[in-house]
């Protein structure tokens, strides 16, 4: 057995008086965080900190606890929403500490600071924890369950801790069998809706009998990938006839003057396309990677710098989101939720300069060479095809079983 944990997202109704609870709970955890940010910023301030890592450990923040005194209102929020916020705050420092090198300015402020002649502050730095507003950053918060403050009542009402009625909520899935809630964010959307995520604990499986049914997956740049059955990705044309379409749209856009009515009028429609490209890729994404992990007991991809190789199924600016890197996180958890392996291998493994029939390496193999021939023995075939029997090979023997 082993243990998962996976998010689950359901549209909530609260009735008017819970959305006032719900509100409130919004606008507190929003405070709270910005009290932190504001103590964040004094501290920098005292330091005379210019950029660079936060010691943030040494800087010792008070507790939610110790805060919430100075605020009345925030009594009648359930303090474990609080508690979060501070998890939350400290989360963000760890990662701007692990993520940036705290020497990079945000663009958007450079540019203000030509513009307004003003000096650069450690509030420009890029990634460090800033403040939330109402309308720029999502209103939510998160809260826990502790034995049953947070459940699921006759599949059609969710309780929450501080609210005496429950919430109506609408059920689409059910939640893996003997799960348990750990933790829920109430979240709104700008149209007013309601939503609620619960993050669940439960145990699957594995399937541990040995199994021939393995595929390999050689990212391909053209293809999407190539599998060791030959097969190509095939990603649809239609789609490409879409991002065909906003390339154009972006350079339409480009001969017209900047910010002028037709320019906004344009862009609206751009964001329409972009919005709906990126709607088809993931439906796209979610189905392939559906369907292997149905399909195949072990997948073997290869742990390659998408970054550095450039990106796959890449569109304008505002679309370059990494294709293959969130397909290889689709399928790595269909396989497991379906107690199924996913394995990776090191980047370094000569997928592509190996002979899949002898094991000859030939060193001499070209970027450019489409199809690999085999001084040794005489194999010719499809260099992508090649590559995906070596991966499949070598993570044939990393599965455990
Ligand atoms: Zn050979």
Same mark, same amino acid.
């Given at each position: 057995m082993v243990k998962k944990n996976k998010g689950y997202k359901f549209r909530i109704k609260p009735n008017k008086e819970q959305i006032i609870y719900l509100e409130k709970a919004f606008g507190c955890s929003r405070k709270m965080y910005n009290i932190y940010v504001d103590m964040l910023y004094s501290k920098l301030e005292e330091e005379n900190?210019?950029? *660079? $890592? &936060?010691?943030?450990?040494?800087?010792k923040f008070p507790t939610p606890a110790a805060i919430k005194k100075?605020?009345?209102?925030? $009594?009648?929020?359930?303090?474990l929403v609080f508690a979060n916020v501070q998890l939350d705050f400290l989360g963000a420092l760890r990662k701007y500490n692990n993520e940036y090198d705290g020497k990079t300015y945000c663009k958007k402020a450079v540019k203000q600071s030509k513009t307004l002649d003003r000096e650069l502050t450690f509030?420009?730095? $890029?990634g460090i924890p800033n403040f939330k507003s109402k309308n720029r950053n999502q209103n939510s918060f998160t809260t826990n369950n502790q034995n049953g403050t947070v459940s699921i009542v006759d599949n059609c009402f969710v309780r929450i801790p501080k609210l005496k009625e429950l919430i109506r909520f609408i059920s689409h899935r059910e939640l893996p069998e003997s799960s348990i809630i750990k933790s829920a964010a109430i979240s709104k959307n700008c149209k007013n809706q309601y939503y609620i995520s619960f993050t669940v604990e439960y145990y699957v499986d594995e399937v541990k009998t040995p199994s021939n049914n393995i595929l390999g997956l050689d990212y391909s740049q053209h293809d999407f990938y190539v599998d060791s059955e030959d097969r190509r990705a095939n990603y649809p044309k239609y789609y490409i006839k879409s991002e065909n379409k906003l390339k154009k749209e972006q350079q339409k856009l480009s001969r017209? &003057?900047?910010?002028?009515e037709n320019w906004v009028k344009h862009k609206k429609k751009i964001s329409k396309i972009q919005n709906r490209i990126v709607n088809q890729r993931l439906d796209w994404l979610h189905k392939k990677s559906y369907s292997l992990a149905e399909n195949y007991d072990a997948v073997i991809v290869e742990d390659i710098n998408l970054r550095a190789m450039g990106q796959c199924l890449k569109l304008g600016k505002n679309l370059s989101d990494n294709g293959f890197g969130m397909f290889r996180n689709f399928l790595k958890y269909k396989l497991e939720d379906r107690g199924k392996q996913y394995i990776m291998i090191d980047k370094w493994y000569p997928s592509s300069k &190996?002979?899949?029939?002898? *094991? +000859? $390496? +030939?060193?001499?193999?070209?970027?450019?060479?489409r199809i690999y021939k085999c001084q040794h023995c005489g194999l010719i075939i499809d260099r992508d095809y090649n590559a995906s029997i070596n991966i499949k090979e070598v993570g044939s023997t990393l599965l455990a079983w």
């Open positions: 900190f210019v950029n *660079g $890592k &936060i010691s943030y450990k040494s800087m100075d605020y009345e209102y925030m $009594k009648e929020i359930d303090s509030k420009d730095l $890029k017209k &003057i900047l910010k002028s &190996i002979c899949s029939n002898c *094991g +000859n $390496k +030939n060193e001499n193999l070209q970027l450019q060479d």
